[in-house]
């Protein structure tokens, strides 16, 4: 499956921490696109869908909650409560968010421009692209 956790360097000292994330240095491709997601119930799942070529790196900066990731043949779970580990999601791998805490802000980074073809929210046309 087409994913990885990413530890990204932590500067910091007595005043405080920072986190640097540079497109193609620290991020395995050129950053186009970056959006934040705040403020989901802990009951809502979001996501539910995968992207035909868009890679993207996901940052918990404050909160955490859980992925469910699935390339057609296994699903795999994966919890991000850290701000300094990122989650790389590759192509044509479908995501479930759920069980956000309830002070969850996760930043997203992306490889391209947001592009509505791009997505793929069908489940059943997902696992018929993945065969």
């Given at each position: 499956?087409?994913?990885k956790?990413?530890?990204f360097?932590?500067?910091?000292?007595?005043?405080g921490?920072?986190?640097?994330?540079?497109?193609?240095?620290d991020s395995?491709?050129?950053?186009?696109r970056?959006?934040?997601?705040?403020?989901?119930?802990p009951?809502?799942?979001?996501g539910?869908?995968?992207?035909?070529?868009?890679?993207?790196i996901?940052?918990?900066?404050?909160?955490?909650?859980?992925?469910?990731?699935?390339?057609?043949?296994t699903?795999?779970?994966?919890?991000?409560?850290?701000?300094?580990?990122?989650?790389?999601?590759?192509?044509?791998?479908?995501?479930?968010m759920?069980?956000f805490?309830?002070?969850?802000?996760?930043v997203?980074?992306?490889?391209?421009y947001?592009?509505?073809?791009?997505?793929?929210?069908?489940?059943d046309?997902?696992?018929?692209?993945?065969?």
């Amino acid at each position: 499956m087409d994913y990885k956790l990413i530890e990204f360097k932590v500067h910091g000292d007595e005043n405080g921490k920072l986190i640097a994330v540079e497109g193609g240095i620290d991020s395995p491709f050129e950053i186009k696109r970056v959006y934040w997601i705040y403020d989901t119930l802990p009951e809502i799942e979001r996501g539910k869908h995968s992207h035909k070529n868009l890679e993207q790196i996901i940052v918990a900066v404050s909160g955490s909650c859980e992925f469910v990731l699935d390339d057609g043949k296994t699903k795999e779970t994966v919890i991000l409560d850290r701000p300094n580990l990122g989650l790389y999601i590759g192509k044509n791998i479908w995501r479930v968010m759920k069980n956000f805490s309830g002070e969850c802000k996760l930043v997203v980074f992306a490889s391209d421009y947001y592009d509505e073809k791009e997505y793929i929210r069908n489940y059943d046309k997902f696992l018929e692209g993945v065969k």
